[in-house]
């Protein structure tokens, strides 16, 4: 109302006008989403979530990932549609879901050549984990259960995306 607007008297314009004009507002102002929480832009405010959460995992609009956290050894970019970053996704969605883990099988099949043998698949799927796990301050916050790779359990995780 001091701005001039009274929302009372002209109600079609709050959604036509207000309503847009704050959505604009708050993408820019806070453009990543954490868990339902919005996060702003500044480097500041990315390095407040990392230095709160073990392990987040951010997507930029070109699809390329990185990773932070108080569980990596150092922030990590990787380029869009690596297998890494896949592996990545999967296991975070895996914690964030509450799920019994990412099959070895699963992560094998996708690096491994077609028509690889079982023990192959699983042999790349070893080696793809050990390039994951040497990222991390402690190697143990993935582990091997049934047959599946998992992040430990304990670690804080968050999927940080572009809202809008």
Do not use: C
Request: glycine content about 10%; hydrophobic content about 35%.
């Amino acid at each position: 109302m001091e701005a001039g607007f009274d929302p009372r008297d002209e109600k079609d314009e709050l959604s036509k006008v207000v309503v847009p004009a704050l959505r604009s507002y708050l993408e820019r102002r806070f453009p990543w989403k954490l868990e339902g929480t919005a996060v702003g832009s500044t480097e500041e405010d990315r390095q407040e979530v990392e230095d709160a959460m073990d392990i987040v995992i951010w997507r930029d609009a070109e699809g390329g990932i990185s990773l932070g956290g108080k569980a990596l050894s150092r922030r990590v970019q990787l380029k869009p549609g690596s297998q890494e970053g896949v592996t990545w996704e999967r296991l975070i969605e895996d914690r964030l879901e509450g799920g019994e883990g990412v099959p070895v099988i699963e992560v094998g099949e996708r690096l491994a050549p077609e028509g690889a043998l079982r023990a192959e698949i699983t042999n790349v799927a070893a080696r793809h984990l050990h390039v994951l796990r040497s990222r991390l301050e402690d190697p143990g916050a993935i582990v091997t259960a049934q047959h599946a790779y998992r992040l430990r359990d304990g670690l804080r995780v968050g999927r940080a995306v572009r809202s809008g």
